[in-house]
Each structure stands twice: as structure tokens, then as C-alpha cells.
């Protein structure tokens, strides 16, 4: 069973920059996709970046498009996201997860992320 640690997260400033990383142990994650969620108080959590398997293929949502960009480094077992220009509304607890028979998890303790108007 995979276990997905992330870090990164912090406060910061309207304008600024953030990168999570997300470390998978317990398995390799190279043969699927990955994906970073955010989740806000009384919301569910919301697909916010995806990344294929190798890489080749990226979608975001469209509040983000443009300002983060999702990567990952197999030979890490690692995913990552940048944030920049970072928004107020990107404010949340951000968790990844792996996306196994259409199914997104299982989900690590996440990072939060406090942008400052």
C-alpha cells in the first residue's frame, strides 16, 4: 500500500510562490497518474492539477491554469506543484493522491497553504 507524505505548504503573501512536493513510499507510483487536491473548510476536496504516468499529459482546473504547473520525478517517487502568483482562493489544505480504477487515494495528512490578501 502506498503512503503519500506532502510538504511545502506554508503562508504567503497575495503575488507569491509556493512548491509542494509529495513523496510516495511503500510503492512505486511511475505507472500512475497523480494528482494534487485542495480542500477548504466545509468542502469536498477539488481536483485542482492532474499528471499522466509518464508525464506527457497535464490538466488543471481552470482557476489555476497558467499559475501552477504539476511535475513529477519518477526516480523519486516524488510529484510536485508549483504555485505562483498565488491568490487568496488558492488558500486550502492541498493533498495528492494516486489514481487507481477511477478512484483517487488514498490520502496523506496534506499541507496546508495561507495566502494573505
Known amino acids: 500500500q502506498v503512503q503519500l507524505v506532502e510538504s511545502g505548504g506554508g503562508w504567503v503573501e497575495t503575488g507569491g510562490s509556493l512548491r509542494l512536493s509529495c513523496k510516495a513510499s511503500g510503492s512505486i507510483i511511475s505507472p500512475y497518474t497523480m494528482g494534487w487536491h485542495r480542500q477548504t473548510p466545509g468542502n469536498e476536496r477539488q481536483l485542482v492539477a492532474r499528471?499522466?504516468?509518464?508525464?506527457?499529459?497535464?490538466n488543471y482546473v481552470d482557476s489555476v491554469r497558467g499559475r501552477f504547473t504539476i511535475s513529477r520525478d519518477n526516480g523519486k517517487n516524488t510529484v510536485y506543484l508549483q504555485m505562483n502568483s498565488l491568490k487568496p482562493d488558492d488558500s486550502g489544505v492541498y493533498y495528492c493522491a494516486v489514481l487507481r480504477q477511477g478512484d483517487w487515494g488514498p490520502w496523506g495528512q496534506g499541507t496546508q497553504v495561507t495566502v494573505s490578501s
Open positions: 499528471i499522466s504516468s509518464e508525464g506527457a499529459r497535464r
